[in-house]
């Protein structure tokens, strides 16, 4: 397994991680909500918004997309989480479980088309995001 910061911006995500690789180098892969298989579940409006980026170099690995959450905005504090990705989906749910014990599930563990999700906020205060691939 391994843990990333992963940035959520409002709408600025593409720019911000351009940015980012114009100043640390590396290789950049995003894939957009209209080129997703969770196209359909947005409006026309966040078709073009970032579903997942990653910024890879030598000095930096972070992960980042736009802002996508339905029932809550963006504000300083809540725009970067700790990303737990590359494990099974059983160590993903222990390691999820463990997290929100007393503490905040914000989006419950579940398969999604991108794979198992969830995210939460322990009970330190600190956001968490934990994915694995389906079927690992």
Request: with cysteine; hydrophobic share 45%; glycine share 10%.
């Amino acid at each position: 397994m391994k843990v990333t910061p992963y940035l959520l911006f409002n709408g600025q995500c593409l720019q911000a991680l351009e940015f980012y690789q114009q100043v640390f180098g590396g290789e950049l892969q995003y894939t957009q909500v209209g080129q997703s298989p969770m196209a359909a579940m947005f409006g026309a409006d966040a078709q073009h918004k970032v579903l997942n980026g990653r910024l890879a170099s030598a000095v930096l690995d972070i992960s980042a997309s736009d802002w996508l959450h339905p029932t809550e905005q963006p504000v300083q504090g809540n725009t970067l989480s700790l990303f737990v990705s590359q494990g099974t989906a059983a160590q993903s749910r222990t390691i999820f479980a463990r997290l929100a014990e007393q503490g905040q599930i914000t989006e419950a563990l579940s398969e999604q088309p991108f794979g198992l999700y969830g995210a939460c906020i322990d009970r330190f205060g600190v956001r968490w995001m934990v994915h694995a691939v389906s079927g690992v």
